[in-house]
């Protein structure tokens, strides 16, 4: 889409679509998306079903389907096209499953510290069996059907960027994430994997992400297809860290 700033100087705009990871909803994409949108581009932030302003909807059946059901409405509701699709940790498989379910739609795929999961796995296996055993513990002594948020002071100690204020914001702005997400196993047809995709990579390194991959499955979709990376140095959580970086990285993953 050509967008006019001015009477001799048209840019190039894009349609983006931001998924969150667990415990967050669209509010964590906030500098991001302001970011963006200053520079013309069309951004939707996604708050999914249980999460963020959409809290009250949890229940004990919000799964991954729930999820990939509320970013396809988004897009045929708003008859979005040629978007770029972005997905953050557990965002990333609910990208991948909407991407599976309306390619036609998607111009690219980007993943941000994460990547598409194989077909049959679940996000509760992803670190392993004892993490999962752990995430059932907390659920269990929680209310049963939640995993709650971790403590967020503890992760983003010593991180640079992220402030007290920033701690403060993402403790008010988590809730409990419906476990069944996490359980339910990834569907897909295949029809994604036609997509270009891009790795924004922060908590781990393309050299490490290569050495891992011809012996962990769960990386496997991290080198096959049409890939492009960038290393961007952070926690896990790019968009409180560095996100005027992660915007641009944005912006020239929709160029």
Do not use: K
């Not at 296996?125 to 209310?143: K, Q």
Request: aromatic share 6%; hydrophobic share 45%; with cysteine.
């Amino acid at each position: 889409m050509l967008s006019t700033i001015h009477p001799s100087v048209a840019v190039m705009t894009t349609t983006y679509v931001l998924i969150p990871g667990f415990w967050l909803g669209a509010q964590v994409w906030r500098p991001v998306t302001d970011a963006l949108r200053s520079q013309g581009h069309t951004v939707h932030a996604v708050d999914l079903t249980g999460m963020g302003e959409r809290a009250d909807l949890a229940s004990r059946e919000t799964d991954l389907s729930t999820h990939v059901d509320d970013v396809v409405h988004l897009l045929e509701q708003q008859d979005l096209h040629d978007v770029v699709l972005v997905g953050h940790s557990y965002g990333a498989l609910v990208a991948t499953g909407a991407a599976d379910r309306v390619p036609e739609r998607i111009a690219r795929l980007v993943y941000v510290d994460s990547g598409p999961l194989p077909d049959g796995m679940a996000q509760a296996d992803f670190d392993g069996p004892e993490a999962r055993t752990a995430n059932e513990a907390l659920v269990e002594a929680g209310d049963g059907w939640r995993l709650p948020p971790p403590p967020w002071g503890a992760l983003a100690a010593g991180v640079a960027g992220v402030d007290d204020e920033a701690v403060a914001a993402l403790t008010a702005g988590s809730q409990a994430q419906p476990w069944r997400t996490a359980t339910q196993p990834v569907a897909l047809t295949g029809a994604w994997a036609h997509l270009p995709r891009t790795g924004v990579l922060c908590s781990f390194t393309l050299e490490g992400l290569r050495q891992m991959a011809p012996h962990a499955p769960t990386f496997a979709h991290m080198v096959d297809g049409d890939w492009t990376y960038v290393e961007l140095p952070t926690w896990h959580w790019p968009m409180v860290s560095r996100p005027a970086d992660l915007a641009e990285v944005l912006a020239a993953a929709g160029s």
